[in-house]
């Protein structure tokens, strides 16, 4: 990881023009995904290890310092931002921080705020979300069997999430669901879960499973190609392409016989690395230009370096001239370790 060292006595400090973020291949960085916390109240098998190790509190950004952080963006040409985590909700106080956001939606700075929620604590937020600016959010669900859903969530509690499925679209959220496919668990109950979705007007999206950090289970007996998914859809499926885009990487068709979208998000089998306009900020201040890269800038120390945002400006700048062409993501026998070290709960989903 490149450390940003800050003003060092008199020094003056790199020089930043606050121009849109254009990377090597000349992609426009847009989107940020910010990860507000590694913890989860559910520890889904393909994700995390049961009994996993989480960052001491004291290393965390304050709510304050993401706010500060997701402005130096927002000023540098970002326009839409996505609260992750871990699980963003379970974050203390997490309000402070979607609020804040929320006024540059409303002063026209952002065009959209979402974030990512596993449903659990959407009973309790929906409405404060609502009136906050957010407007869309995706709920991650791979089962509609409680019994399942708790075997691939260990903790999970899917009448909660039903509930807040509910309130969430009681309260006005547009909802998009996500499955990650897996092979032998999900694979034969995605057609239900399609029509579950687009029966209550919400979208759905699956996504392949991606090698990242240390799990109890081999990921390449789940492994689920999207191309195999889509090939038994349509079976019993009209599928048409179309031009559909929420500014993530999901590739979307309509289906006939429902009415309603389908999403593919396929990083292993056709990855979407050519119009990538997304990074990713942990909640250590660590900036992935790539999910599925090492590479990695030290965003807190220039944030700490100085009250003046121009060290920020600076160091983000240089971290978007490191930016990849794409991520090196492969699942089978041969590449049984993850492609990367840490979990999908520490970068973001």
């Not at 254009?22 to 098998?45: A, H, K, M, Q, W």
């Not at 090939?231 to 392409?241: H, I, S």
């Amino acid at each position: 990881m490149n450390s940003f060292a800050g003003p060092v006595g008199g020094a003056t400090p790199l020089i930043s023009d606050k121009a849109p973020m254009i990377d090597p291949f000349g992609r426009s960085v847009t989107y940020l995904r910010v990860s507000v916390t590694d913890r989860c109240d559910f520890r889904c098998t393909y994700c995390m290890a049961e009994n996993m190790t989480f960052l001491p509190k004291k290393d965390l950004l304050t709510l304050e310092e993401l706010q500060r952080l997701c402005s130096g963006f927002i000023d540098k040409g970002v326009r839409k931002i996505r609260l992750t985590g871990g699980e963003p909700l379970v974050r203390k106080n997490i309000m402070f921080l979607i609020s804040a956001l929320g006024d540059k939606v409303k002063a026209g700075l952002l065009d959209e705020l979402t974030l990512t929620t596993n449903g659990s604590q959407l009973a309790r937020y929906a409405n404060d979300l609502f009136e906050a600016g957010v407007r869309r959010i995706n709920v991650s669900l791979d089962t509609l069997d409680p019994h399942k859903f708790k075997e691939i969530t260990r903790w999970g509690d899917f009448g909660k999430v039903m509930e807040g499925i509910d309130a969430a679209q009681k309260a006005g959220l547009k909802i998009k669901l996500n499955a990650v496919a897996l092979k032998g668990f999900n694979d034969r109950e995605l057609p239900e879960m399609m029509r579950f979705a687009h029966g209550r007007g919400m979208d759905l999206t699956v996504i392949e499973t991606m090698p990242m950090g240390e799990i109890e289970e081999d990921r390449t007996d789940r492994y689920l190609p999207l191309s195999q998914v889509k090939a038994d859809l349509e079976q019993r499926f009209t599928l048409k392409d179309i031009p559909y885009k929420t500014g993530g990487p999901a590739r979307y068709v309509e289906v006939q016989e429902t009415g309603g979208r389908l999403g593919f998000i396929t990083p292993m089998t056709h990855n979407f690395c050519e119009s990538c306009n997304r990074v990713r900020l942990t909640c250590t201040g660590t900036l992935y230009m790539c999910l599925g890269q090492n590479d990695a800038a030290d965003l807190r120390t220039a944030l700490r370096a100085s009250d003046s945002d121009d060290y920020l400006s600076a160091a983000i700048d240089e971290a978007i001239r490191r930016k990849p062409k794409g991520h090196d993501f492969i699942i089978d026998r041969t590449h049984n370790k993850p492609a990367v070290a840490r979990h999908m709960s520490v970068t973001g989903g």
